[in-house]
T-cell receptor, first 115, second 117 residues
C-alpha cells in the first residue's frame, strides 16, 4: 500500500505571495492532519480534515487554510507569506473513525522557504 | 492543552549498546495513547511504537520497548542493540481528544540521537 505523498517537496516563495501544498493520504484513510515544523517551535498542529470537513484547528492565523476533496486528498494554503512561515509542512493521514486505531502516518513533508 | 516534555535535547550511544530516551507528559485524562516517532535526516516521520494508557503491559517492537509509568506520567523509549540507522530525532507524542471525533498529536521538542560506530 502506498504511503502518504506530498507535493511539492521543496518550494521557494517571496514574502506576500501565497502557496498551496498538496497531500494524498494512504488509501482508505479519511482523516488528514497538517503540522508545521520549525526549529524554534517544533511540531505544531495546524488543522485536521475528515470527510471534506475541517474537524479541528490549531492556533494559527487565518492566513492558513485548507480543504479536503471527496477522494480524501487535501490541500493547504498560506496567503500573504511571511518570513516566519518558512518551515517543513507535514501531512499525516489516519482512518479517523475506526475505534482503537489511532496511528497517524506521515508524508515526507514540503520544505517551504520564504525569502 | 496537554504538554509533552523531552528533557534530553541530544544523546549519543555506541553502536550495539542500549539507550533510553525520556518523556514526561501532563494530562488529566485517564484514557489516552502515547507514541514515539522517529525522524531521520530524510525528514520522514516514522512511527516507532505506541502505547495505550489502559494497558499495563509495556509495548515492545523488536529492539524498541517502552517503560510506561502511568502514575508518574512517564513514557521512556529504550533502544537495544543500537544501529547506525537509529540515528535520528525522536519525538514523543500524546494523542489528545479535541472533540467532534477529532484527535491531534501534541509533540515534545525531540531528542537528537546519534549512534556512534
Amino acid at each position: 500500500k502506498a504511503g502518504v505523498t506530498q507535493t511539492p517537496r521543496y518550494l521557494i516563495k517571496t514574502r506576500g505571495q501565497q502557496v498551496t501544498l498538496s497531500c494524498s493520504p494512504i488509501s482508505g484513510h479519511r482523516s488528514v492532519s497538517w503540522y508545521q515544523q520549525t526549529p524554534g517551535q517544533g511540531l505544531q498542529f495546524l488543522f485536521e480534515y475528515f470527510s471534506e470537513t475541517q474537524r479541528n484547528k490549531g492556533n494559527f492565523p487565518g492566513r492558513f487554510s485548507g480543504r479536503q476533496f471527496s477522494n480524501s486528498r487535501s490541500e493547504m494554503n498560506v496567503s500573504t507569506l511571511e518570513l516566519g512561515d518558512s518551515a517543513l509542512y507535514l501531512c499525516a493521514s489516519s482512518f479517523g473513525n475506526v475505534q482503537g486505531v489511532y496511528e497517524q502516518y506521515f508524508g515526507p513533508g514540503t520544505r517551504l522557504t520564504v525569502t | 492543552a496537554q504538554t509533552v516534555t523531552q528533557s534530553q535535547p541530544e544523546m549519543s550511544v555506541q553502536e550495539a549498546e542500549t539507550v533510553t530516551l525520556s518523556c514526561t507528559y501532563d494530562t488529566s485524562e485517564n484514557n489516552y495513547y502515547l507514541f514515539w516517532y522517529k525522524q531521520p535526516p530524510s525528514r520522514q516521520m516514522i512511527l516507532v511504537i505506541r502505547q495505550e494508557a489502559y494497558k499495563q503491559q509495556n509495548a515492545t517492537e523488536n529492539r524498541f520497548s517502552v517503560n510506561f509509568q502511568k502514575a508518574a506520567k512517564s513514557f521512556s523509549l529504550k533502544i537495544s542493540d543500537s544501529q547506525l540507522g537509529d540515528t535520528a530525532m525522536y519525538f514523543c507524542a500524546f494523542k489528545e481528544y479535541s472533540g467532534a471525533g477529532s484527535y491531534q498529536l501534541t509533540f515534545g521538542k525531540g531528542t537528537k540521537l546519534s549512534v556512534i560506530p
